[in-house]
């Protein structure tokens, strides 16, 4: 694989000044691309580089053997300036795993909201509005079976519409109504405050971004 990997990126980088760099660390290909190069020979900044890297590599790899993941950080100057997008590309790496699985490409700058939530992880206090905000829904989930919490996220998804929501779930109207009652009666919130739906979202994109879909 990082044979082909080499071959990829010395044909996308020739013709530069400054050639791209790249190393092998834990099983995981680290790449350095002269964006400013690309810049002085007309071209778009090489934004378009990791998506013709990803669809190169899954070419040459073949998908039924290779998954290929791409995390990119953001353009930086100078070594600091490296360091930094290195540390950009691991996070949009492992956010992207976690909310979309393997096989996809991500910018840091389309993380969002998530950059916070992971900058915040290791904080106790973040961990703790979790648990308080979705831990009954969750496990009431778990012990009956059923999709409140993906529900919710569907409700939000629809803007507040549970016609859309039942559209999104496929299932009825009603049922979505019902389900957001239930909410309603475990967790005690209002679903019609603000200030109560704004907490769920944001307690709901941390159970994404520290558990991914699959709880």
């Not at 992207?96 to 950059?115: C, M, N, Q």
């Amino acid at each position: 694989r990082w044979a082909a990997l080499d071959e990829i990126v010395v044909r996308l980088g020739s013709g530069l000044e400054a050639r791209p760099l790249w190393r092998v660390r834990n099983n995981a290909a680290e790449i350095v691309w002269p964006l400013a190069a690309l810049a002085a020979g007309g071209h778009e900044g090489g934004r378009d580089f990791p998506a013709t890297l990803h669809r190169e590599l899954r070419t040459a790899l073949g998908t039924e053997h290779e998954t290929v993941s791409l995390g990119c950080g953001r353009a930086n100057a100078g070594i600091a300036g490296i360091r930094t997008s290195h540390q950009e590309a691991r996070q949009a790496l492992t956010l992207s795993r976690r909310l979309h699985g393997p096989g996809h490409v991500t910018a840091f700058d389309d993380l969002g909201i998530y950059r916070l939530i992971f900058a915040a992880e290791a904080l106790p206090e973040l961990r703790a509005f979790h648990v308080e905000t979705l831990d009954s829904l969750l496990t009431y989930d778990r012990d009956h079976h059923a999709d409140l919490v993906r529900t919710l996220v569907a409700y939000f998804q629809a803007n507040g519409s549970p016609k859309e929501a039942a559209t999104i779930l496929g299932v009825h109207r009603n049922t979505v109504l019902y389900r957001l009652d239930r909410i309603a009666e475990i967790t005690g919130f209002d679903l019609s405050d603000a200030d109560i739906r704004l907490r769920l979202q944001i307690a709901l994109r941390i159970n994404i971004a520290l558990h991914g879909d699959d709880r």
